[in-house]
């Protein structure tokens, strides 16, 4: 079956500007996770989405960043007023108990 | 407590040696320890991964060796080629409520020459 998607695979944006990336998640997983991966950061936990509980957003970096689920499948992760250390790949991941399978990403360019 | 590191950071081998990449967790409440793989220009792809309740677990050429005591575990890979050229990140998660969310090791650029 289909694996994660993620769109756009690029965005390139102006510093203050809003961002939205979108993920799709495999179909059937429950459980769904965005992390964004930098040089200087490694690979990083943004937030978490489990069916219709209440999101876990302990790793989000400041109230500039939000997400929300739709329907217990589609999620977008909202950037606003940019900042160029905001530059990263952001990658989406989908599960159904343990494994984790991610997406291609977005990367995310801030001028 | 929440961290993972892995050596090292690069590594050669021939086309047909043996790769070893290691890590080491301080939680011990983590439970499941996925090994991914990435390529260039691409999202982690999962290739292998251990409970604690084995001490070794074999995929192909790939294998992951547990140690619960010294709170470390590697990855194996047997017969390398270049096509196993790529970025390899260990991980390790466990239960947070519900959450299971990653926490990945700093990554080990692995080249393999023909």
């Known amino acids: 079956g289909a694996g994660v998607s993620q769109s756009p695979s690029n965005k390139v944006t102006e510093k203050g500007k809003d961002v939205e990336l979108r993920c799709d998640p495999i179909?059937?997983?429950?459980?769904l996770y965005w992390y964004r991966q930098s040089l200087g950061q490694g690979l990083e936990f943004l937030i978490y989405f489990q069916g219709n509980s209440a999101p876990d957003k302990s790793g989000l970096p400041s109230d500039r960043f939000s997400a929300e689920r739709t329907g217990g499948s589609v999620s977008t992760l909202t950037i606003q007023r940019t900042q160029q250390e905001d530059s990263a790949v952001y990658l989406c991941a989908s599960s159904s108990h343990y494994e984790q399978y991610f997406g291609p990403g977005t990367r995310l360019t801030v001028t | 407590q929440q961290q993972v590191k892995q050596s090292p950071q690069s590594l050669i081998v021939q086309k047909g040696g043996i790769s070893i990449i290691n890590c080491a967790y301080e939680n011990t409440a983590f439970d499941y320890f996925p090994w991914y793989q990435q390529f260039p220009g691409k999202g982690p792809a999962l290739l292998i991964a251990i409970r604690p309740d084995v001490s070794e677990k074999k995929e192909g050429r790939f294998t992951i060796s547990f140690n619960k005591s010294a709170k470390q575990f590697s990855l194996h890979i047997m017969d390398s080629q270049p096509g196993d050229s790529a970025t390899y990140f260990c991980a390790a998660s466990g239960a947070s409520g519900s959450a299971r969310q990653l926490t990945f090791g700093s990554g080990t650029q692995l080249t393999v020459l023909p």
């Open positions: 179909s059937g997983h429950t459980a």
